[in-house]
Nanobody, 115 residues
Framework: QVQVVESGGGLVQPGGSLSLSCAASGSAFSFNAMGWYRQAPGKERELVARITNDDNINYADSVKGRFTISRANAKNTVYLRMNSLTPEDTAVYYC?????????WGQGTQVTVSS
């Protein structure tokens, strides 16, 4: 059974930084892709950043230049470094892991940007 666990959310002031981590376990395979999505109250879940196992990376336009996704070598772990945060980045952030072309989701971690 694949488990996906996020960590690192919290409260940060506007202009601040925060890092999220996501670890996936329980698969005999390396991931095909892992990514971060977010969902703000009253809004649809949206892609934030995604990385494939051959290091192709996609970012949402709203986070380009501010957020960086990376992965740990030989581990099913990804990180999201978020800089220059604004209140519009407030959301629950979810990690997605794709193994053998099946999608698995974490339970989410809250990121709140507020003074």
């Amino acid at each position: 059974q694949v488990q996906v666990v996020e960590s690192g959310g919290g409260l940060v002031q506007p202009g601040g930084s925060l890092s999220l981590s996501c670890a996936a376990s329980g698969s005999a395979f390396s991931f095909n892709a892992m990514g971060w999505y977010r969902q703000a109250p009253g809004k649809e879940r949206e892609l934030v950043a995604r990385i494939t196992n051959d290091d192709n990376i996609n970012y949402a336009d709203s986070v380009k230049g501010r957020f960086t996704i990376s992965r740990a070598n030989a581990k099913n772990t990804v990180y999201l470094r978020m800089n220059s945060l604004t209140p519009e980045d407030t959301a629950v952030y979810y990690c997605e892991a794709v193994f053998a072309y099946s999608n698995y989701w974490g339970q989410g971690t809250q990121v709140t940007v507020s003074s």
